[in-house]
Every structure is written in structure tokens, then in C-alpha cells.
């Protein structure tokens, strides 16, 4: 590819909403170009390496006896009724009518679509197991979109699904995608590692995350320092500490005025007691009415596992006016005492005594509260997000904090949309029985982004060989010389004779302006053609990893090409 005919262009420019570092660089690399919010064109160096990671994917599918499909990107809202999605997957699912006023919707994933597909179509445990995958677009109506690529609203997805007989069979499926997967993100030059998830509006039993390991990384990432527990923070589980305090006086309840401390910061600081000795209330919306969650006033809630803990299919905070009608106050003095909607306390709190809480009063709190003498709690459950020194639940070891890109996720599905969607096949007796089935997503764009959020420097991109656009760019310092020119051309043709990916530098542009080019959009290597070398009989091959150079005989150029394509992974 001669980069004068390529449509492309870098800029020194940043856009005020790149607020990470692999959108800010693929936007002056000339990779994506913003059209809306959340949504980007992709021009010809991204889409290169997009191609780059889709054959990836496919090859290890494929590898896997999975069988690609494509799927309709507008969906029916009938299917989506049947599993009951369309009530709870919330504003992220972009609903419309088409001209006869029926239901539709984007895709934003597409379980309902290949049960419905494959019930049609399998009958009998002779046809199973079977997994199906495709690469498509879909799209979900982000509230804040962000990121670049990395959380889009429209995106390139894999998705696959594994149907089979029973949860053994199952299993096997899961454990097939999860090496996969492992495989697929080793080839893309990824550094990486398989976290526990939480199975989200997806649904299912249990699910691994796929984090690219990052500073900037959205997701937190909870993990042990002696053993292999790894969990995202909705997952992260912590080990329940011994209670101690069982012959300790409890003090008498006294309501104290707290005049406009509505924090737990706030509150410990104006009654001069320690943060730890705080029980914050939240009100929370489920779609059977509203219930109360309490922790320790340095805990934090982990909405998703106080979701699990309930079986609900709708969690939120509570508006203004739900939490008066609830606690006859206004937010910031909510507390347990005298509730009368069920109580979901964090475990820490079995080991408090004597401590703080709302009073359910504007402007006051309680304090010297106890457990099961002022209120009772309907259920205790490990409901607070994880956090570094937490214990771990596996081991004797301590929880430590990291952050992570998500470029991966799968899910053991169990019966959910089999059960939904009436999926049965025949056994050997002709017994019907629910088909059992996994879920197996990638997020095409995104390992680009991640790969760019791992590797670069201050110059620009560095990309790993096997999601790169090109592998090698011939850079002539003048093309206006006519022995540079004809010897960077004569390269070029040989490599692309040998089906080297190779791209020829040959604007008239000055070398500076080219070599920072080269370094921003992070070719693995450059051939630089210039007068002095060519003097010599040579030119110079830089690798853009580690800035190592090395001056090459003319005649030797093409082998030493061919032995460093032959290295790549």
C-alpha cells in the first residue's frame, strides 16, 4: 500500500471527550473518526487491524468444531417478551416500531435470536452438543458513552453459544471456550487474565471475565497475593470474620440531633466516633417494592450482589420521594430502626455493637443501635464491594486491587432461555428435556484499544505484530532523490511479491514529519531508505518496540524481512 494513496491523516489535535490514552491515539493516528455520540467510523488502518482480529477469532473457533452464523441486527420484540427481557434489560435496549406499529429492537446481544433458531431446528440429543458463533454489530444505548471504542454504542462483537444434552456436557463447552478464549487473546498479543463475573442482565449461573490488565482500565479487578482467586469487584467475595463481641454491654438508644450531616464521613466527624462505627441505610426500588441494605459506613454496596441475593430482576437506588414515603425523612437520615420493609444487612454488621445509624428524623441519628433489640434483619449476605485487605475467601492470603479492560466474558447460561423459549430436545428414550447452553463473548474493537492501552510510549502506538495493520513501513527520508526513491520502490515491490504486509512512506512530506507518522501509528518496523545508508550499500531496520536498530546490506534485505515475519507469533 503506497501511504500517498491510503485515506489517512494524523493530527496533533486532541478532542476534549478522548479521555484515555488509546482513544486520544487512535484518533490522532487517523484510526477512527467520531459521527455521534458513542458511535465511530472506522477508517482503513483500524479497520485493517479489525480484520486482523477477526481472522484470529474465527481460526480458533473454527478450530473448536464451532460453526459461524449471521443473525439479524433488528429484532423482533416477541422473542424478547418470551424470556422476559423486554420488561428488564432497561433504556440500554434501543426499542422502535416499524411502520405497522410493531415491536422492535437494536441488538445489543443476541441469546433470544439462536435459541429461537436452534429450536426450530433441533430436535433430538443426536444433533448435540453444537455451538454457534457470529461477528456483528451490535449496539446498546450506553447512558455515557465513553472511551472511544472501548464503550461504544455500537460495536463488533463475537458471540457465541453452546447447546447440550446436560450440565456435564455443559461444562465441557465452557471449559472448551474458556481455552479458547485463552488462545485468541495469547495470538492477539495480550497480557491478560480470567477473572470470576457476575452473570449481569445475561443471566446464568456462573461466568469469567477476560481483563486485559491496565492502569486506565474501567474495571477493578480484585485478586489474592497468595493464591489464584481473581474476581471483578461485583463478584469479589470476602471471607466472613469471626464475631467476637457476643458478651459485650449494649448501651442504651439515644437520638441525637446531626443538623445537615447527611454523609457517613460527616456524621462520624460531628459525633467524634470512628467511620467504622456507622451503619449507613439505603433505599432501594426492586420491581416488587422497596427494601432497605445496610453496611458499615466505610463499605461501600455492591448493587450486583445484593441483586443475586434477592433473585430480583430490577435493583436501583430509590428516588427522593420513595426513600420520604419509606423513612418519613429525607435522604441522608434513613436507618433501620422502625422500618417496616425488609432489612438486607452486610455480614460485617453481625460483629457491630453500639453503633450509628439514621433516625429516620430530618437532621438526626441514632446512636448505641444494636441488632435484633432496636430492628431485625431479614437476611444477612455478603453485600459490600471487595476492596484491598479484605481477606480472601479461598485462602489465608489479602485481597489486592488492580484495574482491567473487559475483552471477553462467558457465561454458563444453565436452562434460562431453553426454559423461556420452550429449547427441548428427545433423548434415546424419546424423554423431552430442556437443552442446556453457554453464552461466549469478544469484543472485536476492543482488544485494539486494549492492546493499544498496553502498549505504546510518548511517541505513540506500539503495536503487537499480529494485530497491527502493517508489519513492516518503508520510509524514503526524499522521495525528491531518485536513488532513494527507486530503491525504497524496489523493496517495496519484493516485499510485496513475498506477501509481506508492508506499507511505502512515499509523501514528499520532510523525514521528521514522516518518522513521527511512523512512531504514532506504531508499525512493529520501519525500513528507513536514506542517502548516507544507501552510500554504504545499506539500510536501516528499527524495531518501534524497543527502539533497536540495525544497518542491513541491500542485498541481504528481503531474507532479514522474511526471518523477522517468521518470528512473529
Given at each position: 500500500?503506497?501511504?500517498s494513496?491510503?485515506f ?6 486532541i478532542?476534549?471527550?478522548a479521555e484515555?490514552?488509546?482513544?486520544k ?13 458513542g ?7 483500524f ?9 484470529i477469532?474465527q481460526e480458533?473457533?473454527d ?6 452464523v ?5 429484532l423482533p420484540?416477541?422473542l424478547?417478551k418470551?424470556?422476559?427481557?423486554w420488561l428488564?434489560y432497561?433504556?440500554?435496549l ?11 429492537c437494536?441488538g445489543?446481544?443476541?441469546e ?13 440429543y ?5 455451538i454457534l458463533?457470529q ?5 446498546r ?7 472511544g ?11 457465541a453459544y453452546s447447546f ?6 455443559a461444562?465441557?463447552?465452557?471449559h472448551?471456550m474458556?481455552?479458547?478464549?485463552f488462545r485468541i487473546?495469547?495470538?492477539c ?9 457476575d ?6 449461573s ?8 491496565a492502569d ?5 479487578i480484585i485478586?489474592?497475593d497468595?493464591c ?14 469471626e ?9 442504651e ?9 447527611k ?12 467511620i467504622?462505627?456507622?451503619v ?8 416488587n417494592?422497596?427494601i ?20 430480583c430482576?430490577?435493583l436501583?437506588?430509590?428516588?427522593e420521594?420513595?426513600i420520604k414515603?419509606?423513612?418519613?425523612a429525607?435522604?441522608g437520615?434513613?436507618?433501620p430502626?422502625n422500618?417496616k ?5 452486610d455480614?460485617?454488621i ?5 453503633f450509628?445509624t439514621g433516625g429516620?428524623i ?8 444494636n441488632?435484633?433489640r ?8 455478603d453485600?459490600?464491594c ?7 475467601p479461598r485462602?489465608s ?7 482491567g ?8 447460561l444453565?436452562?434460562?432461555?431453553s ?5 427441548n430436545?428427545?433423548d434415546?428414550?424419546?424423554k423431552?428435556h ?8 469478544i ?7 486494549s ?11 506500539i503495536?503487537p ?14 522521495m525528491?532523490?531518485n536513488?532513494?526513491k ?11 511479491h513475498k506477501n ?8 514528499k512530506?520532510?523525514a521528521g514529519?514522516k518518522?513521527?507518522d511512523?512512531?504514532l ?6 525500513i528507513?531508505?536514506g542517502i548516507k545508508s544507501?552510500?554504504?550499500g ?10 533497536k536498530?540495525?544497518?542491513v546490506?541491500?542485498s541481504?534485505?528481503l531474507d532479514?524481512?522474511?526471518?523477522i515475519?517468521n518470528?512473529?507469533?
Open positions: 500500500m503506497l501511504l494513496r491510503m489517512f491523516h494524523t493530527s496533533k489535535e478532542p476534549s471527550d484515555i490514552l488509546s482513544h491515539l487512535m484518533i490522532r493516528a487517523g484510526m477512527i473518526q467520531k459521527l455521534a455520540s458511535i465511530y467510523n472506522h477508517l482503513p488502518l479497520q485493517k487491524s479489525i480484520k486482523k482480529v477477526i481472522k477469532v480458533e473457533m478450530g473448536t468444531g464451532a460453526q459461524e449471521s443473525l439479524p441486527f433488528v420484540a416477541s424478547w418470551e424470556s422476559k427481557r428488564y432497561g433504556k440500554e434501543l426499542r422502535f416500531q416499524d411502520r405497522h406499529e410493531r415491536d422492535f437494536l445489543p446481544t443476541h433470544e435470536v439462536i435459541t429461537d433458531l436452534v429450536r426450530r431446528e433441533v430436535n433430538s443426536r444433533q448435540l452438543p453444537l458463533y461477528i456483528q454489530t451490535k449496539f444505548d450506553e447512558i455515557r458513552p465513553r472511551y471504542v472501548m464503550r461504544a454504542r455500537e460495536f463488533i462483537m463475537k458471540d447440550d444434552i446436560d450440565e456435564a456436557s461444562s465441557e463447552s465452557y472448551n474458556y481455552d479458547t478464549y487473546f495469547n495470538r498479543g495480550l497480557e491478560f487474565r480470567a477473572v470470576e463475573a452473570t449481569g442482565s445475561i443471566g446464568g456462573f461466568s469469567h471475565e477476560f481483563m486485559v490488565i486506565t482500565g474501567e474495571d477493578l485478586s489474592c497468595k489464584n482467586y481473581s474476581a471483578n469487584v461485583e463478584k469479589a467475595e470476602i471471607k466472613l470474620k464475631i467476637n463481641n457476643l458478651f459485650s454491654e449494649r448501651k438508644k439515644k437520638l441525637m440531633p446531626t443538623p445537615d450531616q454523609k457517613a464521613e460527616e456524621v462520624a466527624k460531628f459525633l467524634n466516633v470512628c467504622k462505627d456507622i449507613k441505610t439505603l433505599i432501594l426500588e426492586t420491581e417494592g422497596p432497605a441494605a445496610i453496611l458499615r459506613g466505610d463499605h461501600e454496596l455492591n448493587i450486583a450482589k445484593l441483586k443475586n441475593v434477592i433473585g430482576n430490577f436501583e437506588l430509590a428516588e420521594e420513595t414515603k419509606v423513612t418519613d429525607p435522604q437520615f434513613a436507618g430502626v422500618l420493609i425488609k432489612i438486607y444487612a455480614h460485617e453481625k460483629g457491630m455493637i453500639n450509628v429516620n430530618k437532621d438526626t441519628h441514632f446512636i448505641n443501635v441488632f435484633e432496636d430492628f431485625k434483619i431479614f437476611k444477612f449476605a453485600i459490600r471487595a476492596k484491598t485487605g479484605d481477606p480472601c485462602c492470603g489479602i485481597l489486592t486491587e488492580s484495574r479492560i473487559e475483552v471477553g466474558h462467558i457465561f454458563k444453565g436452562t434460562k432461555y426454559e423461556a423459549l420452550k429449547a430436545y428427545l434415546k428414550k424419546g423431552e430442556l437443552i442446556v447452553m453457554g453464552c461466549y463473548g469484543g472485536i474493537e476492543r482488544i485494539i484499544a492492546a493499544i492501552e498496553q502498549y505504546h510510549d510518548e511517541h505513540g502506538i503495536f505484530a499480529s494485530v497491527a495493520p502493517f508489519h513492516f513501513i518503508i520510509l524514503p527520508v526524499n525528491e532523490n536513488e532513494v527507486k530503491t525504497a520502490e524496489k523493496i517495496y515491490d519484493e516485499c510485496k509481506l504486509e508492508v506499507i511505502l512512506d512515499d509523501r512530506s520532510q514529519v518518522f513521527k511512523a512512531d501509528i506504531g508499525i512493529p518496523f520501519r528507513t531508505v544507501l552510500r554504504q545499506k539500510v536501516e531496520i528499527k524495531e518501534r518496540k524497543t527502539g536498530t540495525e544497518q546490506e541491500l541481504d534485505i532479514r524481512l522474511l526471518r515475519k518470528s512473529f507469533k
